[in-house]
Each structure stands twice: as structure tokens, then as C-alpha cells.
């Protein structure tokens, strides 16, 4: 009777212990079935919310310090990584709602070419800010199966989405091209931002490709492009982008065909950056650039005498530039390479009595040493920026020749181009 009991206790332990087992992997089971779900919504730095940008939890894995999305096998590695998506709505809302479990990272799509950054992401009261300028750059932690995470905040920065056409030579479309090299300069007025980077890229059936293009810079910023294909180059004159400008439209024709790639044949260098001699600058021929301390705008020309200069000016109710105090002088020797440039000065109507072109009271001078004066290449009626100071010249001087640009100025006009 004993050991009966004993074998029926003996089995009741055993069936006790498979029935834990079974439940074990009936909860893990259903635990692994259990969805998980993030809800949130996306807004600029203004508190703006944003539309139609893809939110994405990718599965990553450690790798020494670093995550890195985790591969599906047997596939190579595709530009987006395999990840839970949603597309934001008109109130900058998604809710992502999968079987989710392990450390993710909170990014946006497309993985390789974002179309913005992440600044920040609120989850309550805690704050997680991405590391750096990482491809996929978001940030990462770890979720749980059936866990509800709602109200995340994702504060973002909009990139600069340029719109481009590739013309070839003969004016048709550069279609279909499979490796086209877009490239940029960014230049900030302040000099503080100075970077170039490029991609490879594609054009469609009708020679269009979309880029956006990362600053994080709160000031304009000149923009020079450029393209490279098979059958030839292309640049553009620089363009100014303020911060809040998001999209831009540019048309890139080829000019010159593309030389074989031996000494002597190298591509043209972009005409801007810092120039040894005068001591800083941008050369940006062409674009209006505002002064933020009086509201003017200035813009440097190509001219071929003084009255051509000043029909130009007229064409733009504008004026050859008036320099009113040291402060605008240091402004355009930071702005503008004004190397042997013409300025608004003169004594053409009265030897020695200067006045600016526009009028304005003469109440600042930069004359350099020995200035103004006269020598025996004739009149010197005309003032020239030279080395950041002015010298007094004529069209009889031999340096004559050598001057061709022009600084432009006018009131109030907006930094458009």
C-alpha cells in the first residue's frame, strides 16, 4: 500500500512537471505572438508637425560598441534595412504596432538618403538624443513584447530638398543615367561652415534626380553644385539657402565634354572659397547677399568700365556700393573676395571732392597709405578696394585693366536666390 502511494505521489510530480512545462511554453509562446506598440508623433524644431515622414523601429544588433541593423539572410544588404514603418499623417501622428521584441532604433527612412535628422526624442519625461552624424542617425533602446510606449515626440530637421534636371549638350534630357556624381560646397556667410560632399545618384526618363542635402547651420548658406556624368559636367553659379527654405529647382546643362583623365585635364575647381591675399571671403559673383545690421543687400558683378557698371546698378535700382563705417567694411571683406573691385567713390565731377554714387554723405574712409592721390598715369577719379583698403585709380593706369568686378548695393532686398 506504501509503495503505491509512493508511485502515484511520484506521478502526480511528474504530470505537475510537464504541465509547467506546456504552460511555460504556452506563455512563451503567446508572449512572442504578443504585439507591441509605439505611438507618437513627428514635429520641426518650431513645433511644427510634419507629414509624410517614414518613422522606423530597426532591429539592430551590438557589434563592438556600435548597432547595426540586423541582415535577413540570405539577402544582400538593401539600401533600407528591414524595420517596422509608419508614415506620419497631417497631424505629424504614426503608430507602429508589431510582434517587436529586442533593442531597436528609433530612425526615419530612407535609411542611407534621410531626408531629415533627428534632434531629439521625448518618451515621458526622458530625453534620448542621437550620437553624431551616423548613417541611419537615431537612437536607440530596447522593447519588450506586449509593451505600449505612446506620446513619443520626434523633434526633427528638414533637409534641403534640391530638384534637378541634367540637360545634355544638345538641350535633351540626360535620361536614364545610372551614375551621375552630384556634389556640394556649403560656404556660410560667417565662415564658421565650410564642407563639401557628394553622391551618386541617378536621373529618370526625363533627366530629373531628387537629393537632400543635410546643414545644420542657422544662417544662409551658399550652395555650389555641381555633376559629373559620362558624357560630360556641369556647375552652377552659387546659390543662397536660408534655414528655412526646404526646397530648391535647379537645371544642370553640360558645357564641356568630359576629358580623358590624364595630367592637364583635371576638372575646374569651384570658383569660392578663402582667398591667402586679401584674407578671407566668399566669391560669390552674382547673388544678392543681405547685410542683417542695416538691411541693404550687396551683390558683386562683372562690369567692363564705369559706365557700364552704373547701367547695371540702374537695371537693379541699385547703386555702386556706399562703405559708411568700418563695421560694413569688415562685413563685405568677410563676405565678398573684393580683391581690385569698384566701389561707389569718386572725384570725377570735382578734384578732390569725394562723394559716393548713391549720394550719401561721405563719413567713413579706408584710404591705404599714401592715399588718395594722383600720379602720372593720368586722373585717378575711381576708388578700388585693394587688400582690404582703398586706392585711388584711373582707366589711363596699366592695373586698370585688371579691374572687372564691381560691389552693388540696394535697400531691402530679400535673400531670394
Do not use: W
Given at each position: 500500500m506504501a509503495y503505491l502511494c509512493f508511485r502515484m505521489k511520484t506521478i502526480v510530480f511528474l504530470l505537475g512537471i510537464v504541465a509547467l512545462f506546456f504552460l511555460g511554453a504556452l506563455e512563451s509562446s503567446a508572449q512572442e505572438g504578443t504585439l507591441t506598440t509605439l505611438t507618437g508623433r513627428a514635429i520641426d524644431?518650431?513645433?511644427?508637425?510634419?507629414?509624410?515622414?517614414?518613422?522606423?523601429l530597426v532591429p539592430v544588433q551590438?557589434?563592438?560598441?556600435a548597432w547595426f541593423p540586423i541582415q535577413v539572410e540570405g539577402h544582400g544588404w538593401p539600401d533600407d534595412p528591414m524595420a517596422f514603418q509608419a508614415e506620419t499623417d497631417t497631424e505629424g501622428r504614426f503608430i507602429i504596432t508589431d510582434t517587436i521584441d529586442g533593442p531597436v532604433l528609433l530612425g526615419l527612412f530612407p535609411y542611407y538618403k534621410p531626408e531629415a535628422k533627428i534632434l531629439k526624442v521625448q518618451i515621458g519625461d526622458m530625453f534620448l538624443y542621437p550620437g553624431g552624424d551616423a548613417v541611419g542617425g537615431g537612437t536607440v533602446f530596447t522593447l519588450e513584447p506586449?509593451?505600449?510606449?505612446?506620446?513619443?515626440?520626434?523633434?526633427?530637421?528638414?533637409?534641403?530638398?534640391?530638384?534637378?534636371?541634367?540637360?545634355?549638350?544638345?538641350?535633351?534630357?540626360l535620361a536614364n543615367a545610372r551614375r551621375i556624381k552630384f556634389k556640394v560646397r556649403q560656404l556660410s556667410l560667417d565662415g564658421e561652415l565650410d564642407g563639401s560632399r557628394s553622391w551618386t545618384t541617378?536621373?529618370?526618363?526625363?533627366?530629373?534626380?531628387?537629393?537632400?542635402?543635410?546643414?545644420?547651420?542657422?544662417?544662409?548658406?551658399?550652395?555650389?553644385?555641381?555633376?559629373?556624368?559620362?558624357?560630360?559636367?556641369?556647375?552652377?553659379?552659387?546659390i543662397v539657402v536660408k534655414p528655412e527654405d526646404l526646397m530648391h529647382e535647379v537645371v544642370f546643362t553640360f558645357e564641356d565634354p568630359l576629358l580623358?583623365?590624364?595630367?592637364?585635364?583635371?576638372?575646374?575647381?569651384?570658383?569660392?572659397g578663402a582667398s591667402a591675399r586679401v584674407g578671407g571671403g566668399i566669391d560669390a559673383t552674382g547673388v544678392w547677399i543681405v547685410n542683417p545690421a542695416n538691411g541693404h543687400a550687396y551683390k558683386k558683378i562683372r562690369f567692363s568700365g564705369v559706365k557700364d557698371a552704373i547701367a547695371q546698378a540702374a537695371k537693379e535700382d541699385a547703386y555702386l556700393v556706399a562703405i559708411n563705417d568700418e563695421a560694413e567694411q569688415n562685413w563685405l571683406n568677410q563676405v565678398f573676395v573684393a580683391h581690385r573691385t569698384l566701389i561707389g567713390l569718386s572725384d570725377v565731377k570735382e578734384e578732390g571732392h569725394w562723394q559716393w554714387h548713391s549720394g550719401e554723405p561721405v563719413t567713413y574712409t579706408n584710404w591705404a597709405r599714401d592715399e588718395p592721390q594722383d600720379t602720372n598715369s593720368g586722373d585717378e577719379d575711381y576708388v578700388i578696394l585693394f587688400a582690404d583698403q582703398w586706392m585711388d585709380i584711373g582707366p589711363e593706369d596699366i592695373r586698370w585693366r585688371f579691374i572687372n568686378s564691381v560691389l552693388l548695393e540696394k535697400e531691402e532686398r530679400p535673400v531670394t536666390e
Open positions: 524644431e518650431a513645433g511644427q508637425p510634419i507629414t509624410g515622414l517614414t518613422v522606423v551590438d557589434g563592438s560598441g506586449g509593451e505600449y510606449i505612446e506620446n513619443v515626440e520626434i523633434t526633427v530637421r528638414r533637409f534641403l530638398q534640391l530638384r534637378a534636371k541634367v540637360l545634355k549638350m544638345d538641350g535633351n534630357p541617378e536621373t529618370n526618363a526625363e533627366g530629373n534626380f531628387v537629393q537632400y542635402i543635410p546643414c545644420y547651420a542657422d544662417v544662409p548658406i551658399f550652395y555650389f553644385l555641381s555633376v559629373t556624368g559620362q558624357s560630360g559636367s556641369a556647375r552652377l553659379d552659387p580623358p583623365d590624364v595630367p592637364g585635364n583635371a576638372p575646374r575647381r569651384f570658383h569660392a
